[in-house]
């Protein structure tokens, strides 16, 4: 069992007008339904509002601490403005309380300010991306985390996602300079059935071991072959190689090479 080194945290409490409480639902619908599997229990936690817009144009911050959030992969830091008001950011890889940061069309290239991506030079790492201008950051939120800046044709920007898609955005669009702190998550081990329960991940099993109402694999005595041609979810749907993506979806056309197909 492994975990993730905190010791780049400051803070242990979150800043309490940031945070809100939300119902746990365990995976159910306003009917009392399972609509989502393997879901219940988990240690209770308090939202942080995150700031993805960052729309304080020209106005500098000053990064007061870099926190621990229960609902994402990321850290996040706490940013005073000169206006005094606060607000929790992502926090890109190395920002360090202290360090000011600053949103504006065109700002100096330094980890964690905010600009417009026609203004950010071809090589340079992005994160919190907008897919249009003034939407809020999209894209490469989650930890490490980047988007790379490939060129400039017309008003849009060529961007390199990292399943290796490459895709069309809007150059006015905003991204933060930086990738997105808390690069190690991918190499944590669970260790233990519990810590997944302590996450609010309940127990998966194999389809074939269920009963027939459970799934369409279930039933039979002993064990028994799957009895379909093709791999089905448990409503009967085809899985595994078959596309889901609409073919006539708006975006499609901002989407210049698709990602590799993983074998």
């Known amino acids: 069992m492994t975990g993730i080194d905190y010791r780049e945290l400051t803070v242990n409490e979150p800043f309490k007008p940031l945070t809100i409480k939300i119902q746990q639902a365990a995976g159910r619908n306003h009917h009392g339904r399972i609509t989502m599997r393997h879901q219940g229990g988990g240690n209770k936690n308090l939202y942080r509002m995150v700031d993805f817009n960052q729309m304080k144009l020209n106005v500098p911050g000053r990064v007061e601490s870099i926190e621990y959030d229960p609902y994402r992969t990321a850290f996040i830091a706490l940013v005073i403005y000169r206006d005094g ?23 100096p290239l330094h980890i964690g300010n905010r600009l417009q991506l026609k203004n950010i030079p071809i090589g340079y790492q992005v994160h919190n991306v907008e897919l ?15 988007v790379e800046v490939l060129g400039q044709e017309g008003s849009y920007v060529n961007l390199k996602l990292n399943s290796g898609e490459i895709r069309k955005v809007k150059a006015d669009s905003f991204a933060s300079v930086g990738q997105v702190s808390n690069p190690d998550h991918n190499l944590v081990v669970i260790g233990k059935a519990g810590r997944s329960r302590w996450m609010g991940i309940r127990p998966t099993v194999r389809a074939s071991v269920m009963n027939p109402r459970d799934h369409k694999y279930g039933g039979g005595e002993g064990r028994t072959q799957r009895g379909t041609r093709r791999p089905k979810d448990i409503w009967g749907n085809i899985t595994g190689g078959r596309k889901t993506r609409k073919r006539k979806k708006w975006s499609s056309k901002l989407i210049l090479q698709r990602r590799p197909t993983v074998r």
């Open 132 to 146: 249009l201008p003034g939407s809020g950051g999209k894209l490469a939120r989650s930890a490490g985390s980047f």
């Open 85 to 107: 008001e606060r607000r929790y950011i992502l926090a890109p890889k190395d920002l360090k309380a202290g360090d000011e940061i600053i949103t504006a069309n065109q700002a």
